[in-house]
């Protein structure tokens, strides 16, 4: 949705409606889709001499914020993603934790099974 709200401002209908007099207004001979007319309101948002609606800009300002936001938070594309998300966390010490409980965990239930297993094997064997 972000990034279709950031391509095409019809995505985002409160936005545009807010918007529709300054797009004619300052956007009239930019054509429609491809963030075009997001990317002329916003050039227009950071151009002093420029007065935008004031619901215009508050709707503007807002959209923008939230895409600045949602970048911050966005989720991780790969394991190097993931790691330096985990290493800046306030919770990193708790998470490492977790993660080596589970390991750990994991290497018991094998040994365990490893040993139940091999009894079993060697009862069937002495029959």
Same mark, same amino acid.
């Given at each position: ?8 401002? &019809? ?43 004031? %619901? ?5 300002? !807002?959209?923008? !914020? ?10 991780? %594309?790969?394991?190097? !993603? ?5 290493? =800046? ?17 994991? &290497? ?7 040993? =139940? ?11």
């Amino acid at each position: 949705m972000l990034k279709e709200s950031k391509a095409d401002i &019809f995505v985002d209908p409160v936005l545009h409606t807010a918007c529709a007099l300054d797009i004619k207004h300052h956007c009239a001979a930019i054509p429609p889709g491809r963030g075009r007319q997001m990317s002329c309101l916003m050039e227009a948002l950071g151009d002093k001499r420029v007065r935008l609606q004031p %619901e215009c800009k508050k709707r503007l300002q !807002d959209r923008i !914020d939230m895409w600045s936001y949602a970048a911050k938070v966005a989720p991780a %594309e790969g394991f190097s !993603d993931l790691a330096m998300q985990v290493m =800046i966390s306030p919770s990193k010490n708790y998470i490492l934790f977790m993660i080596a409980l589970g390991v750990c965990m994991l &290497f018991l239930i094998g040994l365990l099974c490893g040993r =139940i297993t091999k009894r079993i094997t060697r009862e069937l064997k002495d029959r």
